[in-house]
């Protein structure tokens, strides 16, 4: 809870043209996601406020076959639980905090419980409609268990990201 109030007061800083980091923060029960440039890492920090169980996970279209696929995928990485925090070397990474993008390539600095990421990338989306624009961010990221790999991608519209 605690780093979901200093992910929504730092809504109300002003950006002064560089940064630490980037959350996106869509709302207090969805999924929040921050990333921080910190004693030579850059963190990956996940909340989820609902729980384990509403964290967007699976990477893929969605049908009748990928069930058993989705239901073990939801079943290994349990242990990552409601929030978790995944490090990388800052030299594994590239960043440009103030556009809200992030790669890290290689093996993150810690582990959870026999899970670990080999990277985290970002892609930009703009959607065009007849009427409308929106700009969206995709963070996809790796995640081995035991070396069973696994891909969960979270995307925000880019007015619920904030840099700090």
Not at 12 to 35: E, H
Not at 109 to 138: C, G, H, M, P
């Amino acid at each position: 809870m605690k780093n979901i109030l200093i992910l929504m007061l730092s809504f109300l800083l002003p950006n002064m043209g560089s940064a630490d980091g980037f959350y996106c923060l869509p709302s207090l029960k969805q999924t929040g996601f921050m990333i921080e440039k910190k004693d030579g890492f850059i963190q990956l920090k996940i909340e989820n406020p609902m729980g384990y169980d509403f964290m967007p996970q699976y990477d893929g279209p969605t049908s009748a076959s990928s069930l058993a696929m989705q239901k073990m995928q939801f079943d290994d990485l349990k242990d990552l639980g409601s929030g978790f925090v995944l490090k990388w070397a800052d030299s594994k990474c590239t960043t440009d905090f103030i556009n809200k993008t992030i790669n890290c390539d290689g093996a993150t600095e810690n582990k959870i419980k026999n899970i670990q990421s080999f990277y985290l990338a970002t892609t930009v989306i703009d959607e065009k409609t007849r009427s409308d624009q929106y700009k969206k961010f995709r963070y996809r990221i790796n995640i081995d268990k035991s070396g069973t790999q696994y891909f969960i991608s979270i995307e925000f519209y880019e007015q619920n990201c904030k840099s700090f």
